[in-house]
Nanobody, 111 residues
């Protein structure tokens, strides 16, 4: 059974960058991975979705031009590269795939 662990969240200033990682324990290379986020007081929303072969099937409007999703199946890791962060990106970020969810990693954008 797949288990996922996110990392890479941090406190960053507006305009900064972060790369989140989602590491799988278990078979990952046939699994579509989704990135979600949940800001305080808001519903969880999908940020992006990447198929097993690396095709991006969804990207939130707020992420376009700033976030890049990719994966390295041999490392059982998916990534969310986030550039030009703003305060509205503050949230707990989760990855999901194969019915599993990670525990989340906190991203805080503040000056």
């Amino acid at each position: 059974q797949l288990a996922l662990v996110e990392s890479g969240g941090d406190l960053v200033q507006p305009g900064g960058s972060l790369r989140l990682s989602c590491v799988a324990s278990g078979p990952m290379k046939y699994v579509t991975i989704g990135w979600f986020r949940q800001a305080p007081g808001k519903e969880r929303e999908m940020v992006s979705c990447i198929t097993a072969r690396g095709r991006i099937t969804h990207q939130a409007e707020s992420a376009k031009g700033r976030f890049t999703t990719y994966r390295e199946n041999d490392k059982k890791t998916a990534y969310l590269q986030m550039n030009n962060l703003n305060v509205e990106d503050t949230a707990v970020y989760y990855c999901t795939g194969g019915g599993a969810w990670g525990q989340g990693t906190q991203v805080t954008v503040s000056s």
